[in-house]
């Protein structure tokens, strides 16, 4: 098992990556903190958030990647975006149980449209934040810090207040 991680992971990391809608750093942030918040046994609303957050970058990326194929067609990224959350079911299905929380929508998935939400409004406010400094960052890795803000906040208070 470490043998193909380790080759999995020399694939990924010698690969040329061609989209850039979200930074790598971002998106290995996300990813990393979902991970480690789910094995210090965090509560699952705020889990969701950190999910819907990752899972709008891969999203990104996969409409950058047919963008690189040029493969266009109707309605194609909301089919991307929508295959995309089709990923919570893959990766919790035996992890969680049905607990319709708001109208019929399980809590689960409600906080990762949440953080997904979340994460989109960063990314704008990073481009209105950069377009009224001539174009420029204030700080290096501001679109960086400015997401993981806005989604540790998002994940205290769903954490501290959850429904």
Known sequence: MKKLLASLFGIFATSNVFANP???VCTVAIGATLT???KLGVCD???AVWLGAFLVIMGYWLIKWFDKKNWHFFGRNLILMLLSFSMIAALYIHH???SPCFWIIDAFLFWA???GLVYIISQKLYEYMKRRNNNHAHFPFEKVVL?????LIVSWMVSKYAL
């Open 22 to 24: 979200a930074c790598a």
């Open 36 to 38: 480690i918040s789910r």
């Open 45 to 47: 609303n705020a889990v």
């Open 96 to 98: 969680l149980t049905y």
């Open 113 to 115: 449209i949440v953080g």
């Open 147 to 151: 997401a993981l803000v806005m989604l």
